[in-house]
């Protein structure tokens, strides 16, 4: 079968960095996904990852290991903006993005 | 500018009525999928199409339909044996399946039964 797991709710501080976590389990997985959606709103690509290790992008990286089932987004530098829900979304070949559940993630002054 | 598409925005319907969400991309994507939003929920997907005049079943696709008549256009409907369809509908697209690239989705509808 497939499942994705990730926590529901995470808080943090402005400034502080935080890492969500997914775990993943799918046939035929063809890479990891992570978006960010604020409520109401459509979701926003932020990374991409087929192979394992780390892919930096500005403040946001995302880790991968294949052989673990798991990746992680880790956010710096946290902004007040940043609060926002974080979907992590397996890639099954021949088919479409399955989705995880989503983390919804509160930064506080 | 290129982009997807979603019409309208927000969508009220009878109950037992069917009603067809608008999807329109002009980025020349190939593929084309169709994801539904409950609160506190993930995206989970209705339907995909990987061609013009082919599409596969997602996860929950009862009660609704598609057509893929134009490469630019994945309409979906929702019909009146869809048991709970007050939900927030997202249209996505991406060069082809699988999804290795970005996937580009439209700003949602959202859609409630009355």
């Known amino acids: 079968g497939q499942n994705i797991d990730q926590p529901t709710e995470m808080t943090a501080t402005e400034g502080a960095i935080v890492q969500i976590n997914c775990t993943y389990q799918?046939?035929?997985?063809?890479?990891l996904f992570w978006y960010q959606q604020h409520a109401g709103e459509a979701p926003t690509f932020l990374s991409y990852n087929v192979l394992d290790g780390l892919e930096e992008k500005g403040r946001f990286s995302s880790f991968l290991s294949r052989s673990k089932g798991y990746s992680y987004l880790l956010l710096k530098e946290l902004q007040m903006k940043d609060s926002a829900s974080y979907l992590c979304a397996a890639n099954q070949a021949g088919t479409a993005l399955i989705f995880g559940k989503g983390t919804t993630l509160s930064v506080s002054s | 500018d290129g982009g997807i598409t979603q019409s309208p925005k927000y969508l009220f319907r009878k109950e037992g009525q069917n009603v067809t969400l608008s999807c329109e991309q002009n980025?020349?994507?190939?593929?084309m999928y169709w994801y539904r939003q409950d609160p506190g929920q993930g995206l989970r997907l209705i339907y995909y199409s990987q061609i013009v005049n082919d599409f596969q079943k997602g996860d929950i696709a009862e009660g609704y339909s598609v057509s893929r008549e134009k490469k630019e256009s994945f309409p979906l409907t929702v019909t009146s044996a869809q048991k709970n369809p007050t939900a927030f509908y997202l249209c996505?697209?991406?060069?082809?399946?699988?999804?290795?690239?970005?996937?580009?989705f439209g700003q949602g509808t959202r859609l409630t039964v009355v």
């Open positions: 996505a697209s991406s060069m082809g399946t699988p999804m290795n690239t970005e996937a580009f």
């Open positions: 980025l020349n994507h190939d593929a």
């Open positions: 799918t046939s035929g997985f063809n890479g």
